[in-house]
């Protein structure tokens, strides 16, 4: 019995063949496998920075270098023995931020100026800035401040008519029930 020769010994023109085959088979994989980890990428870059609940606090290298300060206005604040209880209030639309700023002796602080800064905990980057106005009654008012249920983080900075600064910050949990008075909204 004779063996074909083709069978044992290729020739070089099927080798050529062969290898390119391979060639083009192990190189679209790298290639292949090189393209999914771009995508990849390309897809985490989209998603970090499109999506607004994966926010980094607004000017938070400036937070971080004026702690000091903000301690010690808040210990300052702790020292005037001033209260506050905010609480959302329901509104027709969306809630209201609502409050009464009382002294050591529980009466109504005369409010000269204040600000009122906050942000809900899933959307860090919208951070809502609302104005107190001058009262003599303590009243800290943000009206249709609560577009969503959550957890929410109200900054306060008070001045007085005596130009005492006070400053204080709360988490509220704003539900269905506090954010909207009428239902089927």
Known sequence: MTKNSTTT????????????NAAIRWGGLVVGLLT????VGVIAIMLATGDP???????????????????SSETASHELG??????????QHNATLQG??????????RIASGTVHMYHYARAADVKT????????GVVVAEDCFP??????????????????????????????????TKGS
């Open 9 to 20: 010994n290729p020739t070089p023109e099927f080798n050529r063949i062969a290898n390119r």
């Open 100 to 109: 009464v700023l009382t002294d050591a002796d529980g009466e109504p602080v």
């Open 53 to 71: 609940s994966a926010a980094v606090l607004p000017d938070y290298y400036q937070k971080s270098l004026d702690w000091d300060n903000q301690r």
């Open 82 to 91: 001033w209260k506050i209880a905010l609480v959302p209030i329901p509104g």
């Open 148 to 181: 969503v249920d959550g957890l929410w983080q109200i900054d306060i900075d008070v001045t007085n008519d005596q130009d005492q600064r006070f400053v204080h910050s709360q988490d509220i949990l704003v539900t269905q029930t506090q954010r909207r008075l």
């Open 36 to 39: 999914l980890q771009v995508a």
């Open 130 to 137: 609302f104005s107190i106005q001058a009262n003599s009654n």
